[in-house]
Nanobody
Framework: QVQLVESGGGVVQAGGSLRLSCTASLITFGLYNMGWYRQTPGKQRELVASITPGGSTNSVDSVKGRFTISRDNAKSTVYLQMNSLKPEDTANYYC???????????WGQGTQVTVSS
């Protein structure tokens, strides 16, 4: 079955950096839109950043200039480089793969990011 496996989460001090990775299996990775979402208890999951098969990116205003999404189609992996982390970035981060038609979507299990002040 399709799997998205995230890694790279952890505990970091404010101002620090982390790089999240998400490796996909059993999908034609290069044809999928990839995204990173985050969620905190009691709140809705929100899109943080996304990248199209062609490499076009988008991100939420609160992370612009700090987070960078990228992908390596040869490795079926999407990354989220997070710099200048803030306590409000603390959340469970999820990887998402969505087909170009929107008919298929998959989620990873999530990786926790905790930023201490």
């Amino acid at each position: 079955q399709v799997q998205l496996v995230e890694s790279g989460g952890g505990v970091v001090q404010a101002g620090g950096s982390l790089r999240l990775s998400c490796t996909a299996s059993l999908i034609t990775f290069g044809l999928y839109n990839m995204g990173w979402y985050r969620q905190t208890p009691g709140k809705q999951r929100e899109l943080v950043a996304s990248i199209t098969p062609g490499g076009s990116t988008n991100s939420v205003d609160s992370v612009k200039g700090r987070f960078t999404i990228s992908r390596d189609n040869a490795k079926s992996t999407v990354y989220l480089q997070m710099n200048s982390l803030k306590p409000e970035d603390t959340a469970n981060y999820y990887c998402n793969a969505r087909s170009s038609t929107g008919t298929r979507a998959y989620w990873g299990q999530g990786t926790q990011v905790t930023v201490s002040s």
